[in-house]
């Protein structure tokens, strides 16, 4: 009875002293915790917390081991340009020929220069033609000839990063990106003819849509209702084939990809948008850069603000659009072609002038599309501390997604105390999940915020657990 007494007694002091330890030292129990639960090793979780205003962390864990960021290195791209372009920063894409329109028609090529707008959406590309239009012309007689050789990206393609070409987010810079070369397709059961209806938003004049899906009985999803596609070129016309099953019973259903490249895309929704307003074009397509003297400008069509280009950026996560920033930095600072080499050279000139040591920083194509980006949360986190001590950190902060309302944390933290008081960039990759922004505290007390982790396992809960712990601060 004595020995099972003594047994007893040592199992309650070391269910004692497990209750009393922290599940990771040097974390809060609950993210220690969430860490353990995922199977993540705390090696490979990295954390800073710091008030604003202070000169010390409130918390730093595996503060200095450089990591892959994922997409949190936009902070650092966006920034940077900020600082460096200014906040009223825009670009320019021209419509030039080599004489002007005379009885609305414009006899010769039409050249179409872009330098590097990141956000040329369709509703703005139509503004051009319109600027177009509104210099009397209807006709244009010649070919429209795209010059995208503001950018040089080298031997980029899209698909590189995960060998997913059409996927939209993997779509290379172009000085003249047009709607993210992005197509949504949309796939309708048409049960009175018998077939799968297809459309397109935007269909440039240039894209072809063959139809090969057959519409099937049976309930929709699985395995007998999947949608298929190939690309190939044609005699210079681009041909998307769709083929598979599609059921009676299934509802709409929509993706968007990117098929085409920058330049054909370019001229393909220009065609369309052209024929739709009433104009003619007699030519065809060219891709070639514009000749350096002789030449008239017949519109010119200004981007947004910087400022507001990189809500976008940001709040979004947009790949391409973060490249370009990138790429427009090395071009301004060592001149065109913009190539990334020369904007990671600007990024880090501009770092220099500001005072700003980030150690372990590797940038990469700016976006942290990419396995080689590397930066350390205390890098991450003295750069957001930089960002708001500065002039443009109320801008800067306004980029970010809220939390529970809007961006990429719309669908987080949604209802708690917490909603509306985070400004974060999150970053998402195979074996990669990271955090970084700014917090603002039931206490009124506000704090910069970085965490990474490298390696497999969910870590939103880690996480949200960090967060709502310093929220409490």
């Known amino acids: 009875m004595r020995f099972k007494g003594l047994r007893a007694a040592f199992v309650f002091l070391v269910f004692l002293a497990g209750a009393q330890a922290a599940p990771v030292p040097g974390l809060p129990d609950a993210v220690g915790t969430a860490l353990m639960r995922a199977k993540i090793e ?8 710091q008030e604003v205003g202070r000169d010390k962390p409130l918390l730093a864990f595996n503060a200095d081991a450089p990591r892959n960021p994922a997409s949190t290195i936009k902070l650092v791209t966006t920034y940077l340009a900020l600082r460096s372009l200014g906040p009223t920063y ?3 894409t021209q419509a ?3 004489a002007e329109p005379r009885g609305g028609v414009l006899e010769g090529d039409l050249y179409l220069q872009g330098q590097g707008d990141p956000y040329l959406v369709m509703e703005r590309f139509w503004l051009l033609v319109r600027a177009i239009r509104q210099r009397g012309v209807r006709e244009i007689g010649g070919d429209v000839v795209v010059d995208n050789s503001y950018f040089d990206v080298g031997s980029a393609r899209a698909g590189d990063f995960d060998g997913r070409p059409y996927s939209t987010y993997n779509v290379v810079p172009d000085a003249l990106l047009v709607n993210f070369q992005a197509v ?7 049960p009175a003819a018998n077939r799968v209806a297809i459309s397109a938003d935007p269909l440039p004049a240039n894209l072809r849509i063959r139809n090969q899906v057959q519409l099937v009985d049976g309930k929709c999803g699985g ?6 596609f190939t690309v190939a070129n044609v005699e210079g016309i681009d041909q998307a084939t769709f083929t598979g099953r599609f059921s009676r019973q299934c509802a709409e259903y929509r993706v968007t990809r990117s098929l085409m490249k920058g330049p054909a895309y370019a001229y393909g929704l220009f065609r369309a948008l ?7 074009i007699r030519g065809g397509f ?4 514009a000749p350096a003297t002789g030449m008239r400008t017949l519109a010119t069509l200004e ?18 659009m973060a490249r370009h920033l990138l790429l427009t930095m090395g071009a301004e600072r060592f001149g065109a072609p913009a190539t990334v080499e020369k904007g990671q050279r600007a990024a880090t000139e501009t770092l220099s002038r500001l005072g700003l040591d980030l150690p372990g920083l590797a940038i990469g194509n700016g976006a942290g599309l990419a396995r080689d980006t590397r930066i350390t949360a205390r890098s991450l986190t003295r750069l957001l501390l930089e960002v708001e001590s500065g002039p443009l950190g109320a801008e800067f902060e306004s980029s970010l997604a809220l939390a529970g309302l809007d961006g990429t944390l719309r669908r987080r933290f949604r209802g708690e105390p917490a909603a509306g008081h985070m400004h974060l960039k999150t970053g998402t990759l195979n074996n990669v999940r990271a955090l970084a922004g700014f917090v603002h505290a039931a206490s009124g007390r506000k704090f910069a915020v970085t965490m990474i982790q490298n390696s497999s396992g969910w870590g939103e809960d880690a996480q949200a657990a960090l967060l709502r712990w310093v929220y409490r601060q």
Do not use: M
Not at 223 to 228: A, E
Not at 274 to 280: A, F, K, Y
């Open 42 to 49: 705390p090696a490979t979780f990295s954390a800073v917390v």
């Open 90 to 92: 825009t670009w320019k």
């Open 96 to 98: 030039l020929a080599a």
């Open 286 to 289: 060219r891709h070639q850069a």
């Open 184 to 190: 949504e397709f949309g796939f309708r059961p048409d």
């Open 274 to 280: 052209w024929e739709e307003s009433g104009g003619t």
């Open 303 to 320: 981007s947004l603000p910087l400022t507001d280009v990189i809500k976008g950026i940001n709040k979004f996560s947009n790949n391409v």
């Open 223 to 228: 395995p007998r209702n999947r949608i298929n």
